[in-house]
């Protein structure tokens, strides 16, 4: 039972690129949520996504894309990268959306934008 | 003001004893509520939801106190394993907020 994963693990990019983190999991939950986790700020809500083809900005949306083609999948772009987007990221899901739903993470992805 | 807040810490203890976290929250429509643990570069882990009536899981007890927008957890007796950062999480409708977490260490 693999649950969630995320890939890249590492990242480095520059300034300008285009990168996307890959989040799947495996449990066919239908929320699907990332986060990014900064010193001084926790873990900020950037899209989720409520099932396949929905999803919805966060806190901090600005300079990210996402997408759910599959409900297994939720892909986060950031279109082109500045180094205020350096920060590790953390995709999760849930079965719903709220309540007392418990959110499972990935091991997370620790971007570096030069 | 943000909108969960905890104590800054770190907490350092020894073995075996029993600490107390706090943590706060702005928004009063706020739903459900839940201690997550996160061990160093790791991901969080859910410890325990907090009910309004209060709940324990062991060594864990947590606390609600709705009038007063608080929530406690209490770790008694406490390990080596317990050191962590311990968030704070606040639901409301579709939106979990978290907070930026208390660092324990229980040192030997």
């Known amino acids: 039972d693999a649950g969630i994963t995320q890939s890249p693990r590492y990242k480095i990019t520059e300034t300008g690129r285009q990168v996307t983190l890959m989040c799947h999991q495996t449990w066919s939950h239908s929320y699907m949520f990332w986060y990014r986790q900064d010193l001084g700020h926790g873990l900020r809500l950037i899209y989720y996504?409520?099932?396949?083809?929905?999803?919805d900005k966060g806190e901090v949306p600005d300079g990210y894309v996402v997408s759910r083609s599959k409900t297994e999948n939720f892909p986060l772009t950031l279109e082109s990268a500045t180094r205020s987007q350096t920060s590790v990221y953390f995709c999760a899901s849930s079965i719903g959306g709220g309540g007392q739903e418990t959110q499972y993470f990935g091991p997370g992805t620790r971007l570096l934008v030069l | 003001r943000k909108e969960v807040e905890q104590d800054p810490g770190p907490f350092n203890v020894p073995e075996g004893a029993t600490v107390a976290f706090n943590c706060t929250y702005s928004n009063s429509a706020s739903q459900s509520f839940f201690w997550y643990r996160q061990d160093c570069r790791k991901e969080p882990k859910l410890l325990m939801s907090v009910y309004s009536s209060g709940n324990e899981d062991g060594r864990f007890t947590a606390q609600l106190n709705r009038a007063s927008q608080y929530i406690s957890l209490l770790i008694r007796d406490s390990k080596l394993s317990d050191s962590a950062t311990y968030l704070c999480?606040?639901?409301?409708?579709?939106?979990?907020?978290f907070g930026p977490g208390t660092r324990l260490s229980v040192l030997p």
């Open positions: 999480v606040v639901n409301y409708g579709q939106n979990f907020v």
């Open positions: 996504s409520a099932a396949a083809d929905i999803t």
